[in-house]
């Protein structure tokens, strides 16, 4: 199972921009799908979650200006940032709950590498 992200980049202060994160491989069934970011000298942060149903969840940091959505058919999650500041600046992974059907029928975490979002005039 892989996890590729795609979408980030350079962007000015109250930008926006929008992440992508495919999964492929052998999946039978994705859960809880997640955003995390890390800056540098900091620890990773959760920055959204959503669950197979739909449900979503965010810090308090990111309320408001980010929104997460998932093709279950694509096996796709997205993330929408909008009023991006320069604390939003980290490399932002993809996180994802797996029934990977090589590895039996226990759930396994991925993560995806990871993309560069620099948010600076």
């Known amino acids: 199972v892989q996890l590729v992200e795609s979408g980030g980049g350079l962007v000015q202060p109250g930008g926006s921009l929008r992440l992508s994160c495919a999964a492929s491989?052998?999946?039978?069934?994705?859960?809880?799908m997640g955003w995390y970011r890390q800056a540098p000298g900091k620890q990773r942060e959760l920055v959204a979650i959503?669950?197979?149903?739909?449900?979503?969840n965010f810090p308090n940091s990111v309320k408001g200006r980010f929104t997460i959505s998932r093709d279950n058919a694509k096996n796709t999650v997205y993330l929408q940032m909008n009023s991006l500041n320069a604390e939003d600046t980290a490399v932002y992974y993809c996180?994802?709950?797996?029934?990977?059907?090589?590895?039996?029928?226990?759930?396994?975490?991925?993560w995806g590498q990871g993309t560069q979002v620099t948010v600076s005039s």
């Open positions: 996180n994802a709950g797996i029934i990977d059907y090589s590895r039996g029928m226990n759930e396994v975490e991925y």
């Open positions: 959503i669950t197979r149903g739909g449900s979503t």
């Open positions: 491989g052998t999946i039978l069934r994705i859960n809880a």
